[in-house]
């Protein structure tokens, strides 16, 4: 199971230098139904950048993209996980984004995150990949 985190959609959506790797691994989820899940705040993050860098047709397409993407979860935190997202911004130095997907993945017992931020390299719970290495195997 991987997490897929907002830079990996954006990528893709504001076709950035990056987005033919991305679509390949998108690609090989939907067609290899590798599981993925990301969470609401991760949708919600990339509407907001969508919405401040492209179009509200933007934002629909995605939102039907993801709607129709088989292999991905979209999944709600809970209480809980919000409570230990604290803990992970004081203890890595995250900011709330980045400790919520780390809180979020390990309440879910996920360990590898697809992302291109290299904060979560200091988090020695989980690993981070970058589409690349996915699509190599």
Do not use: W
Request: hydrophobic content about 40%; overall charge negative; some cysteine.
């Amino acid at each position: 199971m991987l997490f897929i985190d907002a830079n990996i959609f954006l990528e893709v959506e504001l076709e950035d230098k990056r987005s033919e790797e991305c679509k390949q691994l998108f690609l090989r989820i939907y067609k290899k139904s590798i599981k993925s899940i990301t969470s609401d705040f991760i949708v919600y993050t990339c509407l907001i950048q969508l919405e401040n860098k492209a179009s509200v047709k933007d934002m629909e397409n995605f939102i039907i993209f993801l709607d129709n993407m088989r292999g991905i979860e979209v999944h709600s935190p809970t209480y809980k996980t919000l409570y230990r997202t604290f803990e992970i911004m004081k203890k890595y130095k995250l900011d709330f984004d980045d400790a919520l997907v780390v809180s979020t993945m390990l309440s879910l017992g996920i360990k590898q995150l697809v992302s291109f931020d290299r904060h979560f390299d200091s988090v020695k719970e989980i690993e981070r990949l970058e589409p690349i290495q996915l699509l190599k195997n």
